[in-house]
């Protein structure tokens, strides 16, 4: 039987909500147990959150003062060691699951499963490469532990009920590295929805023109609820911050709707919105690529049609 | 100080790739392959580095078959030293690439390693993250940034929150995203030049490596196809059907 140990993703005292992913996948592995790890330097109010995840056995906590920022450098030995008795370690596959996960599989010495889409077995997974356009279905060695991040726009987040798993503080005994040191993060503020489970969400692209003109699809994203995204391009003009950019090299989502403006659809930015449940896609070029992937389109000018739609949404 | 790059070939960028009909892999005959588009950044990285007078030596290092040479005289071409090429038949994975790595930095012992933070064909994303725990050194993924003073390198990371700034120790693994700078061309001279540059060629056997492929690969897939849409004549059609599919 399995046992699944989850390395719960955490910022500013808050879960989250990529771990529910994770938990998802790990219940379609049918196990005996899901803990989720909670590394922080002060863990109660994320470990009360986790323990009420649907499918969540236990909660784990490691509180040191090292773990006050997530450096791979200092998560790794301590979840490599807590990982003992596990047959699966998972965690999202976020910037955070894949920066750690692989140093974790480099200590147990065992290959790592990244991106995981679907669960086809305790030990075989579907997981997209080329960009998602060709999906392989691998098997990891059965006398190994599984190592394996969790692509987070496969899986839904798992329920948040009546649940309580019991919470427990696990003392890991291991030497931590000085080597790697926290300096700032630089948050972009924001007050939409997250752009990775927002339910809805409005991109630009580099038909946008200007950090000026953005600000129609921030308009529209706010009239109707919307997180906003936006092409590589349109990043690398500089009209949005990174943080925004959807697509194989930025983030892999699929809300329930799609809104592209001013986005061709390269093959890079298809990968990130291919599971989107519905695609709009508005463009002057009849031709642009995004059309062959969305659900509806409109072809004209977007500056004369976002205020039209604004319009007629009322 | 000289810096390690992992310099990939793989299928170019822009090549949309075909599932073989019959599950077995995707179709690579004849198909145009390039520098793995992070490793270009790396090695443009590494070539800064030793502009600033920061690095003396730039080597770039590729795992794979005999005629992966001439994909390592293009990095030799861009500007590095030298080429180092570990002779592999088959493509190797992470873990191994990292293993193999690991062999090339005791022997070199480089002050810093810098690979692209993934690779186009995999995706895996995992090989420099590896490399740094083998090596039992810092590791910097996702670098925007990177600035080297007093044996520390500070390293801005592209996070999902946004921008995160650490400090290392050197040596370290410094894994590269797509903004830390814009690849050079080559020129043709430099093409000339590249031809006398030295390539190292080391049989993997040669290395005392376990190449044991950890994950099987049993089957390809194209991915599902989304049914094709319609388009739609003005902005109150369109949300006239959004909001019938109770989207808006």
């Known amino acids: 039987m399995s046992k699944v140990l989850i390395v ?20 379609a592995l049918k196990p005996e147990a899901v803990d989720v790890l909670v590394l922080s330097h002060d863990a109660d109010a994320i470990a009360a959150e986790a323990a009420k995840i649907t499918g969540v056995s236990r909660v784990l906590t490691v509180v040191r003062p090292e ?61 997209p490469i080329y960009a998602g356009n060709a999906i392989i279905t691998v098997e990891a060695p059965a006398s190994q532990t599984v190592v394996a991040t969790i692509r987070t726009a496969s899986w839904p987040a798992s329920g948040n009920g009546d649940a309580s798993a019991s919470i427990e503080s696990l003392t890991v005994d291991v030497a931590l ?49 919307a997180a906003v995204g936006a092409s590589r391009a349109a990043v690398d003009a500089g009209y949005v911050p990174s943080d925004l950019q959807v697509g194989q090299t930025g983030k892999i989502i699929a809300p329930e709707l799609y809104v592209a403006i001013g986005i061709s659809g390269a093959i890079q930015h298809l990968t990130g919105i291919k599971d989107a449940g519905t695609i709009v896609a508005i463009n002057r070029d009849a031709e642009a690529p995004i059309f062959e992937v969305a659900d509806f389109g409109l072809v004209g000018d977007l500056f004369k049609l976002i205020p039209e739609l604004e319009q007629a949404i009322g | 100080m000289k810096i390690l790059v992992g310099y990939k070939r793989v299928v170019d960028y822009n090549v949309r790739i075909q599932v073989k009909p019959d599950g077995t892999g995707v179709v690579t005959d004849g198909v145009k392959l390039s520098a793995n588009p992070f490793d270009d950044i790396a090695l443009e990285e590494a070539l800064r580095l030793r502009e600033k007078g920061i690095a003396e030596e730039v080597v770039v290092v590729g795992i794979g078959p005999a005629d992966l040479t001439a994909h390592l005289r293009n990095g030799l071409a861009m500007g590095a030293n030298r080429a180092i090429h570990v002779v592999s038949g088959d493509a190797v994975q992470p873990l191994t690439a990292a293993r193999i790595l ?43 940034k990177v600035e080297i003073a007093n044996d520390k390198v500070t390293v801005t990371r592209e996070v999902d929150a946004g921008l995160e700034v650490i400090e290392a120790d050197l040596p370290a693994v410094i894994t590269t995203d797509l903004r830390l700078n814009e690849p050079r061309f080559i020129k043709l001279p430099d093409i000339m030049k590249a031809k006398s540059k030295p390539i190292d060629t080391i049989e993997l056997a040669a290395l005392g490596v376990d190449s044991g492929d950890h994950l099987k690969t ?10 094709k849409g319609v388009m739609v004549k003005d902005a109150a059609e369109l949300v006239a059907a959004l909001k019938q599919k109770g989207l808006l």
């Open chain 2, 218 to 227: 049993s089957h390809y897939a194209a991915p599902a196809k989304r049914s």
């Open chain 2, 102 to 144: 690991l062999k090339l930095i005791e022997k070199e012992q480089p002050g810093l390693v810098i690979l692209g933070k993934q690779a186009i064909d995999d995706d895996a994303n995992q090989t420099g993250q590896m490399l740094a725990a083998l090596w039992d050194r810092p590791q910097a993924t996702f670098a925007s």
């Open chain 1, 177 to 225: 590295p000085a080597h790697t040191r926290f300096v700032e993060l630089q948050q972009g503020k924001s007050d939409r929805p997250d752009l990775q489970s927002a339910s809805k969400v409005v991109s630009g692209g580099r038909g946008v023109g200007s950090k000026e003109n953005f600000d129609v699809i921030f308009k529209l994203a706010d009239k109707i609820g």
């Open chain 1, 8 to 27: 719960a993703e955490h910022l500013d005292g808050k879960l989250n909500p990529s771990t529910a992913r994770a938990v998802s996948a790990a219940v």
């Open chain 1, 67 to 127: 773990n006050a920022h997530p450096l791979a450098a200092t998560l790794a030995p301590q979840i490599a060691k807590a990982a003992a008795g596990y047959s699966h370690v998972f965690a999202p596959s976020t910037t955070f699951g894949k920066d750690v996960l692989p140093r974790v599989a480099a200590l147990l010495g065992v290959a790592q499963v990244s991106d995981v889409m679907s669960v086809e077995g305790p030990h075989t997974f579907k997981r």
